[in-house]
């Protein structure tokens, strides 16, 4: 019973330590002229630095590059080591390329880009 007397006598004063706080920064804010306020300078909004090559490459088009070195196709497990995608990023990619008609099925698991 002691100690939660002490503990609360102690968030007391603390409590009384901030009020005193709060109120000498409510006094010193109505003190304060608004003619010896300082004016803010208007800041120009930042503007967007382009990429120094340009626009990046998406997914499909770094998988779509790859594919373009190999004429007879490359498999799945090729394009993952060299593009760094999971295989399941892989297959999605793939997936969605032949949907677009952007590459084709060479063989099982072999895919190229259509047109070579």
């Known amino acids: 019973m002691k100690k939660i007397t002490k503990d609360l006598k102690t968030v007391a004063r603390q409590l009384n330590t901030l009020a005193k706080k709060t109120e000498a920064m409510a006094n010193a804010f109505e003190n304060k002229s608004p003619a010896a306020a300082p004016k803010k300078k208007a800041v120009p909004a930042a503007k967007k630095k382009a990429s120094p ?3 990046t490459l998406t997914p499909t088009d770094q998988v779509l590059t790859i594919m373009k070195r190999f004429k007879k196709g490359i498999s799945v497990e090729a394009l993952r080591g060299k593009s760094g995608f999971t295989e399941k990023q892989i297959s999605n990619i793939v997936h969605r390329a032949c949907k677009k008609g952007k590459m ?6 072999i895919y ?3 047109g070579l």
């Open 53 to 55: 090559k340009g626009k």
């Open 104 to 109: 084709k099925r060479a063989g099982r698991g």
């Open 112 to 114: 190229s880009v259509y």
